[in-house]
């Protein structure tokens, strides 16, 4: 007598996931079969054309269009009219940015940073390392509106902004290896581009000196500004503060009132980090 097969698994049903508790959970594998589409476009880093999107996530074309479709009418995902490619949706980047209020750097900076901005009259701009780069995820308008385009989103160039260097001076070398590649392209990478130049080695050197970096004029003629990074409790680069303003109305001197606040707001926000870290390490059982 033959072996009796094995039942299929309930249409809708997904694979079974034990807990800590030993018990065995039953998911839903239509909402599985979605996620490694999301997972397969956040890989990708960049808008995906269907073709890849299906060959990335392991699915028939026909099966990953009535799965984006779902997620399309969820706003997990939209579709460019004019490219016609894939590209996270509002739903994502508000579920990423409820994520990023969740995390005690940004939580810290968040109250630190109205208060710098409405204290010195300029913008300030709250930073994270983002697979393309430093990114924009706070902007604290203040003072007159600027004529450049900086919004939550924003991609800061590596070596052209202030922002940039920030990072390049502080943030491990692979994580920085693949910002180069992702704003410069794979055939320009960190050992190509100017990180490995003696003379934006000097620049990195002075950063670390001092604390912070400017930029005058730079990227965009008639804007200045000034960055410094805030620490974690393990010294890792938590995220870095930028303020910017109209070149001539702002002061980016390294030892100017601005940088002086800018300095004093880094700190204290670091100095919360530290504090709360201590504080889980003494009531940990």
Not at 123 to 145: D, K, L, N
Request: proline share 7%; glycine share 10%; net charge neutral.
């Amino acid at each position: 007598m033959g072996k009796a097969a094995k039942p299929a698994p309930s249409k809708g049903s997904g694979g079974s996931q034990t807990t800590d508790g030993g018990k065995t959970q039953r998911g839903i594998q239509s909402v599985e079969v979605g996620g490694r589409v999301l997972l397969a476009l956040a890989r990708a880093r960049a808008p995906l054309a269907l073709s890849d999107l299906s060959a990335a996530a392991e699915l028939a074309p026909g099966q990953a269009h009535a799965y984006l479709v779902s997620l399309s009418r969820l706003g997990l995902i939209k579709r460019d009219e004019l490219s016609g490619r894939y590209e996270p949706g509002p739903l994502s980047l508000r579920l990423g940015l409820l994520h990023l209020e969740n995390q005690p750097a940004f939580r810290a900076a968040m109250p630190r940073v109205a208060a710098l901005a409405e204290a010195i009259g300029f913008s300030v701009a709250i930073c994270i390392a983002g697979p393309q780069g430093p990114t924009i995820v706070r902007y604290e308008h203040a003072g007159f509106p600027l004529h450049v385009n900086l919004h939550v989103g924003t991609v800061m160039s590596l070596p052209a902004t202030s922002t940039g260097r920030v990072f390049c001076a502080y943030l491990p070398s692979e994580t920085l290896e693949t910002m180069w590649a992702n704003q410069s392209g794979p055939a320009q990478s960190t050992s190509t581009k100017s990180s490995e130049d003696a003379a934006f080695q000097a620049v990195l050197d002075k950063i670390r000196a001092r604390g912070l970096e400017c930029s005058v004029d730079a990227p965009s003629p008639g804007i200045s500004s000034l960055s410094a990074p805030v620490f974690a409790h393990d010294g890792r680069l938590a995220l870095a503060l930028t303020v910017i303003g109209s070149t001539g109305a702002i002061d980016v001197a390294a030892d100017g009132p601005v940088a002086r606040a800018l300095l004093a707001a880094a700190r204290d926000i670091g100095g919360e980090l530290a504090a709360g870290s201590s504080l889980l390490v003494s009531t940990a059982p």
